[in-house]
């Protein structure tokens, strides 16, 4: 998802990812979200609904990494919600 959020993907998936975007300015507005997307089936449509939902749930320090290696620090926010 990171990669496909910064245009680092292919493009057929960087294209399922929305970035979240509001008519006024708001905190969240700077905070690298992406829109969930309201789909009625399922199936070829996973990953353009869990994706965000996961995404959207990482800690904002992530979510702005500046580089996918950056996100070493997966390992341990998972590690802290399974075991903490």
Known sequence: ???AFHSQAPADICELLTPYSTRRCLR???S???TIANLKTK???AFTLTAPKLWND???DLRL???ASALN???THFYRLAFM
């Open 65 to 67: 990494a500046k580089s």
């Open 43 to 45: 199936g070829d449509r």
């Open 73 to 75: 620090q997966l390992k």
């Open 32 to 34: 690298n979200l992406l």
């Open 28 to 30: 969240s507005s700077g």
């Open 1 to 3: 998802t990171y990669k």
């Open 58 to 60: 990482l800690p904002e």
